[in-house]
């Protein structure tokens, strides 16, 4: 079928947090509003959910079983894991065997817990910022110390820093490191090449590598995602890898993620914390759409992956001919754009106030990402067109009045 991905939806009265919460510029305060409808309304294009209806197939495979009216106690079955296995083999090129697989809900939360599994408190946790900022808060909340392996930004793409990365894998008490990819927020899918020199200086220090591949099917084309595992089984063997069909197909409100552990030492040590903290698989209805997604939803993620690919050429070309000041790190992945507004002169808190207020756009401060995130915002362009349109007419607006 075809989708329309131009429709607007309303998510008034859904309990949405990207368009019913917004923060006051400076404050840590969240409110529950209804200033993103009607006249004049804020745009908002901040947190990562699309603004778009979930595949029909999920949809249909939810209602129907809604209608069935028992939402009893229930299980991930084989089909499920099969799904899930056909799909990374037929999309990413990577086998896996079902009992590989410990189900969580959402990836924030297995992410904790890893960090409660594999690293004692006081030892280090690598990160390469700016990146997703609850990294940050799992690695602290769960006694861990950050360790920050910032990436280089090498004319408009980011790199990742070898030599300090080498380096700082010397530290005694480096554990684990936590890897994006596709990096969010700069948009990176990191190249065969650049893992296999991460995955090397991590094994040689005996480091475990978290994978977070939760934005791994969204992939602009010219650009090939490789899955971390699937490079060598040495590196499955030291290897988790964070997925979910949550990003892919817009469910993120089931908390469903997949965590895959080749190693059955380790996966039994991750399971055990689960069970510890009393997580036993997925819901009903997490179970229903995620089956549903992995085996009908490719021809929707072809189409919507199209229409967001028109999105960025459309902020590409627009910022490009008005808003110079501007530049776009052009994405490779996500529907995250990485905006480095460092020409405009502003500091954190006048960039975010020009934004907020003058354009009504809560967009993410890129400071939240941690090191390199000063003077850059994080947008989202996974809305219909004519919302992207008007925001970026009112950024050129506020722009001016500078
Ligand atoms: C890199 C990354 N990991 C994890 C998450 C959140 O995962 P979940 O909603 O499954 O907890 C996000 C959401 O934006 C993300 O960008």
Not at 29 to 41: P, S
Not at 142 to 166: C, K, Q, S, T
Not at 172 to 196: A, F, S, Y
């Amino acid at each position: 079928m075809r989708y329309d991905f131009d429709r607007e939806i309303s998510r008034q009265g859904t309990g949405s947090v990207k368009w019913e919460y917004m923060r006051e510029a400076g404050s840590t305060q969240w409110r529950h509003t209804d200033a993103c409808f009607g006249e004049d309304r804020f745009l908002p294009m901040w947190i990562a959910d699309m603004d778009f209806a979930s595949p029909q197939p999920v949809v249909n495979a939810l209602v129907a079983r809604a209608q069935h009216g028992i939402s009893a106690y229930t299980q991930e079955t084989d089909s499920y894991y099969a799904a899930l296995a056909d799909w990374l083999q037929r999309r990413q090129g990577w086998q896996i065997a079902p009992e590989w697989v410990c189900t969580t809900p959402g990836v924030i939360p297995a992410l904790d817990m890893l960090v409660q599994t594999f690293v004692a408190p006081g030892e280090k946790v690598l990160v390469q910022p700016p990146v997703y900022y609850p990294f940050f808060s799992a690695i602290q909340s769960n006694g861990g110390e950050v360790l920050n392996n910032p990436l280089i930004l090498a004319g408009n793409r980011y790199e990742m820093d070898f030599a300090d990365l080498a380096q700082k894998a010397r530290d005694p008490q480096l554990r684990m490191t936590i890897l994006c990819n596709p990096h969010n927020p700069v948009g990176r899918v990191w190249t065969k090449d650049e893992l296999l020199r991460f995955g090397e200086i991590c094994l040689a220090r005996d480091i475990l590598i978290v994978s977070d591949e939760i934005h791994g099917d969204l992939i602009y084309p010219s650009h090939t995602f490789t899955p971390f595992a699937s490079i060598s089984e040495a590196f499955a063997q030291k290897a988790i890898i964070c997925t979910a069909p949550s990003k892919t197909f817009n469910l993120a409100g089931l908390q469903a993620s997949n965590i895959i552990i080749p190693n059955e030492e380790l996966r039994c040590r991750f399971q055990s914390t689960l069970h510890r903290n009393g997580v036993h698989g997925l819901n009903l209805f997490a179970i229903v759409a995620t089956e549903a997604a992995y085996r009908d939803g490719e021809e929707w993620l072809e189409q919507v992956m199209d229409y967001i690919g028109g999105n960025l050429r459309y902020l590409q070309e627009y910022v490009a001919a008005h808003i110079p000041q501007i530049k776009v790190v052009e994405p490779e992945g996500t529907y995250l754009v990485w905006l480095d507004c460092r020409a405009l002169g502003l500091d954190a808190p006048a960039l975010q106030r020009l934004l907020l207020q003058e354009a009504r756009i809560h967009m993410n401060d890129g400071c939240v990402f941690g090191i390199g995130g000063e003077g850059f915002m994080r947008m989202n362009i996974a809305c219909p067109r004519a919302i992207l349109a008007e925001a970026l007419s009112r950024i050129r607006r506020a722009v001016a009045l500078l």
